[in-house]
């Protein structure tokens, strides 16, 4: 595609940057427990947020999300072009019912745990196209509501395999504009549907991490970037089982990305005193760990360039109860504390 600003088969590369102007995060209690729990603006010791349904207080955690990062950036409903978000309930009624009162022109998305890279580039693209001034991306997810809908109701006290994840209750909203200031979303690597059959829906970082190689090895391949182009290639949601696989495939295809390779599922938790089996998983994952600590080591100094790779499992309930084996997506998103293309 020459002349375009497409790299390759999957990537797309921005010639105007578009800065991060604010990030925020809300999680629950137990994230509030973990390692990550100073990077937060706002932990709540009440997972339902004052409200009556698991449902309506994930939704309450995106509305909280987005008022805090307008506030960081000074800016109203009225400001934002655009919002892009979505969330794991059924017809993203979490992000939808956040939306509706803000007058905000909204777009609904359905990427599973890789919402916040497809939201983020998508709204990264429309700044940068000229198509919005100010764009915003959000998700969430929350452990009740999504145990409900995808395995038992946590009254059934059902028992979690080994390989299991927790799904983390978070939501996180970014603000993009062209400011100028870092940082920057260089450009992204959209992702193509992988599945190698995996069927154990207790087993997603299985499942995901044949996407994040394909999405990795894609990224590099469009671009002609190394590894060492990068401070921190993290995955969204994999966890440890999915992480160590994903380790496994990469060296197969002579790629070995040593402590460059990270992943939020293994970074929100204490794994062994939290309890939380393979790590954590969810929208919200990716979402609290990027907006919450990623953009700080951005911001900081601490790393130059992220490339931030969310991962989705594309299964539904119904899916799952006739058979059928989990697709898995990854989109992977070059942020920049320095400007310049990818």
């Given at each position: 595609m020459t002349g375009t600003k497409h790299l390759g088969r999957q990537t797309v590369r921005f010639e105007s940057p578009p800065s991060i102007l604010s990030a925020a995060s809300v999680v629950g209690k137990k994230e509030g427990e973990g390692p990550l729990k100073d990077r937060f603006d706002i932990l709540a010791s009440d997972t339902k947020f004052g409200q009556d349904?698991?449902?309506?207080?994930?939704?309450?955690?995106?509305?909280?999300?987005?008022?805090?990062?307008?506030?960081?950036?000074?800016?109203?409903?009225?400001?934002?072009?655009?919002?892009?978000?979505?969330?794991?309930l059924n017809q993203c009624i979490g992000t939808s019912f956040a939306a509706r009162g803000t007058d905000i022109p909204f777009l609904g998305l359905y990427g599973a745990c890789s919402t916040m890279g497809e939201s983020l580039s998508l709204a990264a693209m429309a700044v940068e196209g000229g198509y919005a001034e100010y764009a915003a991306a959000m998700t969430s997810s929350h452990f009740?509501?999504?145990?409900r809908q995808y395995r038992t109701p946590?009254?059934?006290?059902?028992?979690?395999?080994?390989?299991?994840?927790?799904?983390?209750?978070?939501?996180?909203?970014?603000?993009?504009?062209?400011?100028?200031?870092?940082p920057f979303v260089r450009g992204f690597t959209s992702g193509k549907v992988v599945d190698l059959d995996v069927a154990d829906a207790n087993n997603m970082g299985a499942?995901?991490?044949?996407?994040?190689?394909?999405?990795?090895?894609?990224?590099?391949r469009d671009t002609g970037k190394r590894p060492s182009d990068y401070d921190l290639?993290?995955?969204?949601?994999?966890?440890?089982?999915?992480?160590?696989?994903?380790?496994?495939?990469?060296?197969?295809?002579?790629?070995?990305?040593?402590?460059?390779?990270?992943?939020?599922?293994?970074?929100?938790?204490?794994?062994?005193?939290?309890?939380?089996?393979?790590?954590?998983?969810?929208?919200?994952?990716?979402?609290?760990v990027f907006?919450?600590?990623?953009?700080?080591?951005?911001?900081?100094?601490?790393?130059?360039?992220?490339?931030?790779?969310?991962?989705?499992?594309?299964?539904?309930?119904?899916?799952?109860?006739?058979?059928?084996?989990?697709?898995?997506?990854?989109?992977?998103?070059?942020?920049?504390?320095?400007?310049g293309c990818l």
């Open positions: 349904t698991w449902e309506k207080a994930e939704s309450q955690m995106q509305t909280l999300a987005l008022q805090e990062a307008l506030k960081k950036a000074d800016l109203s409903y009225a400001s934002v072009d655009m919002l892009f978000g979505g969330d794991l009740a509501s999504a145990e946590l009254e059934y006290g059902g028992q979690r395999t080994p390989t299991a994840q927790w799904t983390v209750t978070g939501a996180g909203a970014v603000i993009l504009g062209q400011a100028g200031t870092p499942a995901m991490a044949p996407a994040f190689v394909d999405t990795v090895l894609a990224h590099f290639i993290v995955s969204g949601d994999l966890g440890q089982v999915g992480l160590d696989l994903a380790r496994d495939l990469l060296s197969r295809e002579g790629l070995d990305l040593g402590n460059r390779l990270g992943d939020c599922g293994t970074m929100i938790y204490d794994r062994e005193a939290q309890d939380v089996h393979a790590g954590g998983s969810g929208c919200g994952c990716s979402a609290v907006a919450g600590h990623l953009l700080k080591l951005l911001e900081t100094g601490k790393l130059k360039h992220l490339l931030f790779c969310p991962t989705g499992a594309l299964l539904s309930p119904v899916s799952t109860q006739q058979g059928q084996s989990i697709p898995a997506i990854c989109h992977a998103v070059a942020v920049s504390s320095e400007g």
